[in-house]
């Protein structure tokens, strides 16, 4: 009985990271991840009256125990989808994603093409090396010769 | 041909990538259209959006209003100049209405819908006010920063503009403009 109990509580406090509630929200947390709507610099990094009172507003919300998503919601109704410090994945806004994932697709789809290019052209050589023809007598005497010379 | 088809493909590519900053740079830029317009002497027809009613349910809009004078102004609570001109406005406001010939509305932008009431309540603002969430009204009159406001005439077109806090010269001189 006293084994099982004690697998039980094993059982449970291996599980409980997975299953425990998402973490308090924070100012800080939040800070960096929304802007400060009028100067358009992030809100971690913004000193004005409006500033403040989105941090006023993003303590008031931690306070009342929400969380992160629940407050940045909170924050798009209020101040508008340029609240956001990363645009969302709608309307243009998606092209913030969609151009460097393009970029890296192009740049690994012309990396991909070099290198099989470059893999064909390397057999390629080393046949020609092998299909030379062979020296005759009279030019593998000057070979030596002139090897002999050099070596002295 | 294969060549070919690749410095096709890369000069499309370019292109686009440039296309979408130049998009990207215009669509960040300030449209003066109107202020031109108003420059010299014309009267443009006043942009208008439908949006929410400051701190009730009802929506309403620029274009509802035609018929009358109407003083729109865009504003913030955490806006020091907009505090000192709202007694102008409310003035203007109390004026409009004696006469029943317009309205002041208030935009409120970049702001929290509690700190606007507050300072509705603070500022003893006696006109109503919609709330412009996503600047969707402010980017049709190039408005980038609050105060600004735009005096249109009873045929909806704007007839005078000040970006910055206004001065009663300002107002009084744009409304009587507007009623002529």
């Given amino acids: ?152 | 041909m294969k060549r070919h088809a690749a410095a096709i493909v890369a000069a499309a590519a370019a292109i686009a990538v440039v296309g979408l900053l130049g998009y990207g740079l215009s669509a960040r830029g300030d449209d003066r259209s109107l202020d031109e317009a108003v420059a010299r002497n014309e009267r443009p027809p006043a942009p208008s959006s439908t949006l929410p009613v400051l701190g009730g349910t009802s929506t309403r809009s620029v274009a509802d209003l035609r018929g009358q004078v109407v003083v729109l102004n865009f504003w913030a609570s955490w806006c020091p100049p907009c505090e000192t001109e709202a007694p102008l406005l409310v003035e203007a406001q109390r004026r409009l209405q004696r006469a029943g010939s317009g309205t002041v509305i208030g935009v409120t932008r970049d702001d929290a819908t509690s700190d606007s009431l507050r300072k509705v309540s603070e500022w003893k603002i006696n006109y109503p006010s919609l709330r412009d969430v996503d600047n969707v009204l402010a980017k049709k009159y190039g408005s980038k920063n609050v105060p600004e406001t735009f005096v249109i005439d009873a045929r909806g077109r704007v007839v005078a503009i000040s970006r910055g806090e206004i001065d009663r010269g300002f107002l009084d001189n744009a409304v009587r403009t507007a009623s002529r």
């Fill in chain 1, 1 to 152: 009985m006293r084994r099982a109990a004690a697998a039980l509580a094993l059982l449970a406090a291996l599980l409980a990271p997975a299953t425990a509630p998402a973490a308090d929200a924070s100012l800080v947390d939040i800070e960096d991840e929304v802007m400060c709507v009028s100067c358009e610099i992030p809100l971690n990094v913004a000193e004005s009256a409006q500033a403040d009172q989105q941090r006023d507003f993003i303590r008031a919300r931690v306070a009342r125990g929400q969380t992160k998503e629940q407050i940045k919601t909170a924050l798009v109704a209020e101040y508008g989808r340029e609240v956001l410090a990363l645009p969302d994945g709608g309307g243009f806004g998606i092209t913030a994603y969609a151009v460097p994932l393009a970029l890296v697709v192009a740049l690994g789809g012309g990396l991909a093409l070099l290198l099989a290019r470059w893999r064909r052209r390397g057999p390629a050589a080393a046949t020609t090396a092998a299909e030379a023809p062979a020296l005759s007598r009279t030019e593998t005497r000057r070979l030596d010769e002139e090897l002999a010379r050099y070596e002295r």
